[in-house]
């Protein structure tokens, strides 16, 4: 299938997102249980009162949530956007890979077992458990006589999922002290979420995708065919590795920081590789901006559903990014 | 050739072959059950006798221990054996279906239906309908999911590969359904809702039992009947059609059973992973491959790994109980692993 745009138009339709991420954080800024107008938001920012309730609404919990987000939702894709290239599999993300999973049971463990309560600490433990439900997943999906396929790879996702799933539950039910709040978090949430959590992690997100952004050539190499990449020149290991470690970063990052988001690394590369094609130069900042965009568009339908509450933002990716999934799995012969 | 029984009615309209190996191992495992449910219901915070516990059931005992036996334990052991007795079949009749060793109940999306649909029953009509009602709308979940499931798959034909990544997909989809459904219930504290979630008997009553006991009694018989010819199919669909099997309706038919069984389980004691899964592998280790044989070893297999895995759940940690859907999915899921090692050049 030929990309929607042309190469010229390439860098307008990046504008363009960028215009729709600026609308899409100003929506998430002004909507919800506290409807804040425009100008309100404007003077919050300019000169803050401590007295009126919209400001102090704004700044403590609108702020953080858009924030945290754009910032979850764009390197949810990016990662999924590496993930696609990597194991040549339409059907691979994040969440389908079960490193979601894998980073939410060392954290719980982190947290039950070994009493951590520092979020840095807690960090280097999602990134661990991001690593090795990837390792797992990828190891298992390789073996065999057709090399790595995407049902393998699937269905070893679906059983890591499984079953570090279970560990969490018997963590949880074990010591049961802040189910509740474990459980929303569990769900995938970006709300009741300090900037502060963010913070941490921020620096080792960005560096990964900043890498990630200069990848583009490398891994448009890469999928023209390992044996034309070393021909090239290519140190095709390198390459490898480093895609995966970029990764773990972004998607154990976010899942540190905002829970098990699932799908969103599925669709958002899908639909960006629909505008501007398999050309990952493009692909990943484009992935970026549109991952920041869905995940504050489904912020904003998660707190307005069911007014005065609110769902866990993993509920609404999963409700749009199933029927994605099924709809990728359906059409089959696609390749990246 | 094993030396093999076969019943056969007038006319030879009905024959039924079965190896006497199994109907050995069949015998074997019924009797461990009849064993389990004893010792399970012996074992708890106390221990009472497997002997009190006899003669408490059969009503001997002056009512000694029949609040603790017959009131608390008794039915969650009984509830656990059904359970996996029905989530075992459900696996072993989709296996032979699907013809893939990696089908059951979950990761087909069957369960996830009847999930949503039960959380969505509780929390929408709560307090409308009886709860009584309960089981029959997870089976219709169950059933309108797999139907969905089997129609996104179809595309001439319906691939087992297809199959399974369409329900992996649909199963993403109900599971956020059911977290939906359960944020918007009043009654379920968010704990109470997990537990379900993960598959427990956690407070089982007799009137779990009395629900699924009878579904299970019909169905056996009805898809051994409908199991006829499922060796037959083993050979291939055109192939089966030339011995004179009707391939799709009987495939329906079979379908049907695996769905009332799931449904059925997943009503009175959520989302048990795995079950569906293990069981028919187990058996199909014990009795070979021969259908009716494979259908009817799962059975008791299942029951003794929900029973098992209750039993541990609710002692190792006392006084905590964990819900037995952890054990199954932790030995399960390891299990799925090394099942998709050992079939590694078929996908």
Known sequence: MLPLLRDKSKIWGLAALFALLLIASAASLMLGRTEITFSTAVEAFRNYNEESIEHIVLHTERLPRTVIAGVVGAALAVAGALMQALTRNPLASPSVFGINAGAIFFIVL????????????????????????????????????????????????????????????????????????????????????????????????????????????AINLLLTGEDIAKGMGQNVLLVKLLMGAVVVFLAGGSVAVAGSVGLVGLVVPHVMRALVGNDYRWLIPYSLFGGAVLLLCSDVIARLVILPNELPIGVVTALIGGPFFVYIARKGGAKV | MRKTYVI???????????????????????????????????????????????????????????????????????????????????????????RNPLASPDVIGITGGAAVAAVGFVT?????????????????????????????????????????????????????????????????????????????????????VYTILPVILLVLPLSLWFARSINAQAFGDDLAAGLGVAVQRERVGLLLCSVLLAGFAVSVAGTLGFVGLIAPHIARRLVGNLFGSLLLASAPIGALLVCGADLIGRTAFLPLDVPAGVFTAGIGAPFFLYLLFRNRNQF
Not at chain 1, 144 to 170: C, E, Y
Not at chain 2, 142 to 164: D, E, F
Request: hydrophobic share 55%; glycine share 10%; with cysteine.
């Open chain 1, 110 to 217: 982190s947290i039950v077992v070994l009493s951590v309560s520092s979020l840095s600490t807690m960090m280097w433990f999602g990134f661990a458990g991001a690593a090795l439900a990837a390792l797992i997943v990828y190891a298992l999906g390789s073996l065999g006589r057709d090399g790595i396929t995407p049902i393998k790879i699937v269905l070893a996702g679906t059983a890591i999922t499984a079953l570090f799933s279970s560990f969490t539950q018997a963590m949880l039910v074990l010591n049961s002290t802040g189910l509740q709040d474990v459980l929303f978090w569990l769900a995938g949430s970006v709300s009741g979420r300090t900037l502060e959590m963010l913070y941490p992690v921020l620096p080792y997100m960005t560096i990964a995708a900043l890498v990630a952004l200069f990848m583009g050539r």
């Open chain 2, 124 to 208: 929408l009509l709560g307090g409308a309908l009886s709860i009584k009602l309960l089981p029959a709308f997870a089976v219709i979940g169950a059933l309108v999911t797999s139907l969905i499931i089997y129609a996104l798959a179809w595309k001439s034909g319906v691939t087992p590969i297809r199959l399974v990544l369409i329900g992996i997909g649909v199963s993403s989809i109900t599971g956020a359904g059911t977290t939906f459904m359960l944020i918007l219930s009043p009654f379920y504290s968010a704990g109470q809702a997990y537990i379900w979630l993960t598959g427990s008997v956690y407070g089982a009553a007799w009137r779990e």
């Open chain 2, 8 to 98: 056969r009615s007038k006319g030879e309209r009905f024959s039924f072959l079965i190896e006497r190996r199994a109907v050995l191992v069949i015998t074997a495992l019924m009797l461990l059950v009849l064993i389990c449910a004893v010792v399970g219901t012996s074992i708890g915070s106390d221990f009472i006798s497997p002997l009190q516990v006899l003669w408490t059931i059969l009503g001997l005992n002056e009512g000694q221990h029949d609040f603790v036996v017959l009131t608390l334990r008794l039915p969650r052991v009984l509830l656990s054996l059904l359970v996996g007795a029905a989530l075992g079949m459900s696996g072993a009749i989709l296996q032979g279906i699907i």
